[in-house]
């Protein structure tokens, strides 16, 4: 069975200070994983994705994430926040079975001046 | 750029009453999803549809949820007979490919109120 697991619900950085933004997954297959950010009443923009290629993934907007097998995770990280990044992140897992995807509970970001 | 678009953007209506939400997904796109928020709360998997049918439903979609393709590009989710329990940010999505390599396509979303 799937799931995701985003280990914090909530995380404030100042402006200009690295954000790491943390999600473990379980797969019994090789899992695609995604990162989405959802804007205040806006709704779901992919960030990045990986999907069996490189494992650290380049995203928009300065975002990256890292495979990391041995560890089942998938954290996402970005040298220095903006203001703009304010906003709820979601960690996803794709089921190649049945093209199911699995959301974790998401983390809220919240950016300091 | 494509994209999936969806109306309402907000619907606010009475308990009991029956509530269609629409899609444009993707146009070449062969599969489609609903799911479901609720505020303040996880992003909920609803259903999934391929070929004419449903593919996967979750134990949410009850039979008061239906979704049906009534033409080559609406995808439509209906519920019967809503409940305060519905009120709900509701996204469609769509993706190309049965692999799941392929991101999910969501649109804006349609925000339910149910008095």
């Known amino acids: 069975a799937q799931s995701v697991t985003q280990l914090d619900s909530h995380v404030s950085v100042s402006e200009g200070t690295p954000v790491l933004l943390r999600c473990n997954y379980s797969s019994s297959y090789s899992p695609s994983l995604f990162w989405y950010v959802q804007h205040p009443n806006k709704g779901l923009q992919l960030l990045l994705k990986?999907?069996?290629?490189?494992?650290l993934v380049k995203g928009i907007n300065g975002f990256e994430a890292e495979f990391k097998k041995s560890e089942t995770s998938f954290h996402l990280t970005k040298p220095s926040a903006h203001m703009s990044d304010a906003a709820e992140y979601f960690c996803v897992v794709s089921d190649h079975v049945f093209n199911k995807f699995y959301f974790g509970s998401g983390t809220k970001l919240n950016v300091k001046p | 750029e494509p994209e999936v678009t969806q109306t309402p953007s907000h619907q606010v209506t009475q308990m009991g009453q029956e509530v269609i939400l629409r899609c444009v997904p993707i146009?070449?796109?062969?599969?489609f999803y609903w799911y479901r928020q609720i505020l303040g709360q996880k992003v909920e998997f609803l259903v999934s549809f391929y070929n004419n049918e449903i593919s996967e439903k979750s134990e949410i979609f009850d039979d008061q949820f239906s979704v049906e393709r009534p033409d080559g590009s609406n995808f439509t989710l209906k519920i019967r007979s809503t409940k305060l329990e519905d009120s709900a940010m509701y996204f469609c999505?769509?993706?190309?490919?049965?692999?799941?390599?392929?991101?999910?396509?969501f649109g804006e979303g349609s925000r339910l109120t149910v008095l």
């Open positions: 990986y999907t069996s290629a490189a494992t």
């Open positions: 999505a769509s993706n190309t490919n049965r692999d799941s390599t392929g991101e999910l396509f």
């Open positions: 146009s070449n796109h062969l599969y």
